[in-house]
């Protein structure tokens, strides 16, 4: 086969594994596993082998035109460069591992045949996202993945919080669908063409007409598809989903699909200085913001994503200075450990029985040698797995050298560095400096969340967690298949530049030193307020467990974020003064903790007005309109009575009402002869 057909095959396998699933899952249910995990698997080493094929050298490109379709073409095209290939093979991975751990961990779940269905189509949408060569294409990929989300945000829709979050997902990415597709045809109609390779060279030749308003329109679809600022209000109530499809959603599909879309059409936005701007504007806010949210959040899952929100700052800061190849490797290396961190807190969560943090820090054993007796069996609630895993995962995530995170998020800080000081002409230097000062002072704010997040899990005390037994062989499996490239990406620096435009991805030495240095102050000043505060911790006995030992993955998790609430008044955080995150933050912590009201103020901004216009629309409709419906209806109404009530099967009545009324025809005509007689 050729590398066009293998690329091909790529997103329609896991597509065709959906239909089948979802065919055969009622009649016959022992296939809903195989079709799940099979396609998607294939498509991963097909896309490994087309990833090999490339080599990083010219771009493959193949189209064809399936039906005319006006003055601007709209083709069935691939386009196949390094970046492409490359984050083929990381959707691939991530997929595969998040269908293998569903089946653990969603063991016992009677809509799980949807469910793996819909992750293969998701799957599917975001490959098709990525291997596409025309914009339109494209787009189907983007609203196909809209849609899934939407349905699999909103799995557990028993609790009230995922029905709220699925709509709120999907409301908010389209806010900002609207957008981006003006800005498509806007961008095919200057360009003369729906191909990326066309449009691209129209850029670099100066075709767009009107840069920076394409620019700006395009950049309120990928705020709301990447969770970016404004617009990224979506993505952390989000989390009342599965935690194999937060993995997804964070590591390899959706979210990264924005940042993928940037990259791809970077001539475009680097066309206008003013768009770059706004980007890396867009970026630094979105860092330090998230970043302080995450200090403050209680649910283990919420931590994470506004740790996603503000990693993909970094790479919307590398776009912004003009350096897609930084950008792309930050996304390729955030993917692995990110899907690593979600997977191994859906094992927490089940270990532990809540989604609390707040709770873990007041139970024992989660690391697997708290307790003595399970030092030495290794069983019962202990983790082990999850423990050394998720570790390493943060341990990238706070880009500790060696591991992956280091590595890339220096390339993104570096190319900042190299705009601030003009040594590159892409951006405009005071983008590079928005987004070098940012991207380090969230290193250090990254290095503090992510220490309170290890030390709450598994340096609690108190109480044992329930005993749900070893996890699934399956859910662990996955977790070490994940720490390797979370340890290891990192290394391959030297040997990627040609699936990077030739570009070099070695940190530089002041940018590294910096960052390191901060990431270390960060996670030794939260050591320090931990242990200032742990003491507290037994004397303020708090906790929101909802352990359920003979439950799977999926029924304790959808129980410990039912019980949040109602225990703590609050999704997002708790009442605990042993959290060392309320001491660093201080009076900032309340604020924080809310996504500094940034609901309330869309809720006073335009929700309220919304309904507000919707309440005054259904007075005039029931008290108005409906009236003068009433009113032309009552007429004929009364007027039938009338004939109804004369038709009483009497013929003398009507032998009499006949009399009557030729009496009066008579009386009339001769009335009108003598008054035209005497006129």
Partial sequence: MTTTTLAVLVPLLPFLGAAAGLLLGRRAPGFVRPLAVLPTFAAFVLAVVVAVDQGGGKAIDAATRLTPTGSVPIELALHLDGFAVLVAVLVGLVATCVQLYSTGYLRDDPRYTSYAALVSLFTSAMLLVVYSGDLMVLLVGWEIMGICSYFLVGHYWETPEARAASLKAFLVTKLGDVPFLIGLFALATDAGTFRITGVVQAALTGGIDHPTLIALLLLAGVAG???????????????????????????????AAGIYFVARLLPVFAASAAAMTVLAVMAAVTMVGSALAALAQDDIKRVLAYSTIGQLGYMSGALAVGDRGAAVF?????????????????????????????????????????????????????????????????????????????FSKEAVLSAAEHTALGESQVAPSGAGWTVLIAGLLTALLTAAYATRLWLLAFRGRGAEAADHGRQPVVMNAVLWVLAIPSIGFGLTTGYLGDWFDGHALTPA???????????????????????????????????????????????????????????????????????????????????????????????????????????????????????????????????????????????????????????????????LANVTAGS
């Avoid at 600022?229 to 599909?253: C, E, K, N, R, Y």
């Avoid at 030193?513 to 242990?531: D, E, K, M, P, Q």
């Fill in 330 to 406: 930050h996304l390729l290396s955030h993917g692995a450990f990110k899907a690593l961190l979600f997977l191994a807190a859906g094992v927490i969560i089940h270990a532990a029985g809540t989604n609390s943090l707040t709770a873990m820090s007041r139970m024992g054993g989660l690391a697997g040698g708290a307790s003595p007796a399970r030092a030495k069996s290794r069983a019962g609630g202990s983790i082990p797995d999850a423990y050394w895993t998720m570790t390493v995962a943060l341990l990238a995530l706070a880009a500790i050298p060696p591991f992956a995170g280091f």
């Fill in 509 to 671: 030495v002041t940018t590294s030193v910096l960052s390191t240095g901060l990431a270390l102050v960060g996670g030794l000043v939260t050591y320090a307020a931990w242990r200032h505060t742990s003491a507290l911790a037994a004397r303020t006995p708090m906790g929101a467990v909802a352990a359920h030992p003979e439950g799977d993955g999926g029924l304790v998790e959808e129980e410990a974020i039912a019980s949040h609430t109602e225990v703590y008044g609050s999704i997002a955080s708790a009442p605990d003064p042993a959290d060392p995150g309320r001491l660093l933050l201080g009076p900032l912590h309340r604020h924080a903790a809310t996504g500094f009201h940034l609901d309330a103020v869309y809720s006073a901004l335009f929700v309220r007005p919304v309904l507000a216009a919707a309440a005054l629309v259904r007075f005039l409709d029931r008290e108005v309109v409906e009236t003068y419906v009433r009113g032309a209806s009552a007429a004929p109404r009364w007027l039938g009575w009338a004939v109804r009530r004369a038709q009483n099967g009497n013929v003398q009545s009507y032998l009499s009402a006949l009399l009557a009324g030729s009496l009066v025809l008579a009386a009339a005509v001769v009335v």
């Fill in 225 to 255: 598809k990447s969770a970016q600022f404004p617009l990224h209000t979506w993505l952390p109530d989000a989390m009342a989903g599965p935690t194999p499809v937060s993995a997804l959603i964070h590591a390899a599909t959706m979210v």
